[in-house]
């Protein structure tokens, strides 16, 4: 059984930074692609950031590129997002998720954690 627990959620005010991240335990998820979708209240969940296996490869949701950054430490079965430069928009609740296929951006999600809410104040 694969669990995916997120941590790093918190209240902040515009322009600050977050740091999630996400700890995979159950089994090695090295071979798989991760990323971070969000759910804001009363909106459909949104494909934030990914990266593949290997670490070398990123792909970004437009309204997060330049400010987000996805980044993985495969010894440590973990993945995380920084985020900086933060808007009141940004407020969600987000979810780590785990595919097996390296498509980009993830569109068949094999593993999703449980969510941590981010609360950016304006």
């Known amino acids: 059984q694969v669990q995916l627990v997120e941590s790093g959620g918190g209240l902040v005010q515009a322009g600050g930074s977050l740091r999630l991240s996400c700890a995979a335990s159950g089994r090695t998820l090295n071979t798989y692609a991760m990323g971070w979708f969000r759910q804001a209240p009363g909106k459909e969940r949104e494909f934030v950031a990914a990266?593949?296996?290997?670490?070398?490869?990123?792909y970004y949701a437009d309204s997060v590129k330049g400010r987000f950054t996805i980044s993985r430490d495969n010894a440590k079965n973990t993945v995380y997002l920084q985020m900086n430069s933060l808007k009141p928009e940004d407020t969600a609740v987000y979810y780590c998720?785990?595919?097996?296929?390296?498509?980009?951006?993830?569109?068949?999600?094999?593993?999703w954690g449980q969510g941590t809410q981010v609360t950016v104040s304006s």
């Open positions: 990266i593949r296996s290997s670490g070398v490869t990123t």
């Open positions: 998720a785990a595919a097996r296929s390296q498509v980009l951006p993830l569109t068949t999600v094999n593993y």
